[in-house]
């Protein structure tokens, strides 16, 4: 299937800091790609989709300004946790859609630890 | 409001010892019901898509089927490498390709 790769695995950070996520579709170009947070023993919540070259839409209840997202390229985008608190723990998953149909995949998400 | 609710939510099996995981939907709207598997600390592997009602999806000793209300994941004499949480989700047909409802999951062991 389709490759999708995150970086990095996992990232200890302290508080107050940003943390930068990327998201890259190795084999296909993804116009729209979607950002996931799970909590653990919960399952995936939608924080936002990203679309290429245009603002990303936000899920009701997630701060835009804390996460932001850049969709420069049709295979390349970037969570960035802004000023980060030890609350913004969690694993963070992107997926991304080859553009000429098929299923979403996903990356291999991305630990992150506030301290 | 659409919900994706599965059961049960673990699931300790022997191995050979067959069983269903299932999903109940309430979405206005349903593009496609995807299943997929999540092993601690990954992201989800794509195992099947879902369309329409009736119809029914094979892998290995996966077999997905779906009717009008709820899908079923039926795992056929398992073996422990088949352990791992089993994701339910949902695309509707207004939103982008792609955009996902999950399901909890089902948590599966399978011991030897």
């Known amino acids: 299937g389709a490759v999708v790769s995150q970086h990095p695995s996992w990232v200890i950070c302290k508080s107050g800091t940003s943390v930068k996520i990327e998201c890259r579709s190795l084999?296909?170009?993804?116009?729209?790609m979607f950002w996931y947070r799970q909590f653990p023993k919960q399952s995936l919540m939608l924080m936002a989709t990203?679309?290429?070259?245009?603002?990303?839409?936000?899920e009701q209840g997630v701060e835009k300004d804390k996460f932001l997202i850049n969709h420069a390229s049709l295979t390349l985008s970037t969570l960035t946790v802004t000023s980060a608190h030890p609350e913004d723990s969690s694993f963070y998953i992107c997926?991304?859609?080859?553009?000429?149909?098929?299923?979403?995949?996903f990356g291999q998400g991305t630990r992150l630890t506030v301290v | 409001e659409d919900q994706v609710t599965q059961s049960p939510e673990a699931l300790r099996l022997q191995e050979g010892e067959s069983s269903s995981l299932n999903c109940s939907y309430t979405?206005?709207?349903?593009?496609?019901l995807f299943w997929y598997r999540q092993d601690p600390g990954k992201g989800p592997e794509f195992l099947f898509t879902?369309?329409?009602a009736g119809e029914e999806k094979e892998k290995e000793r996966l077999k997905a089927t779906l009717t009008k209300k709820e899908s079923f994941l039926h795992i056929t004499a398992p073996k422990p490498e088949d352990s791992a949480t089993y994701l339910c989700?949902?695309?509707?047909?207004?939103?982008?390709?792609?955009?996902?409802?999950f399901g909890a999951g089902t948590q599966v062991v399978v011991t030897p």
């Open positions: 084999d296909f170009q993804a116009t729209t």
């Open positions: 879902l369309y329409s």
């Open positions: 989700a949902v695309s509707r047909t207004t939103d982008s390709w792609g955009k996902l409802q």
């Open positions: 990203s679309n290429e070259g245009s603002k990303a839409t936000y």
């Open positions: 979405v206005s709207g349903l593009r496609g």
């Open positions: 997926s991304a859609r080859d553009d000429r149909g098929g299923e979403a995949f």
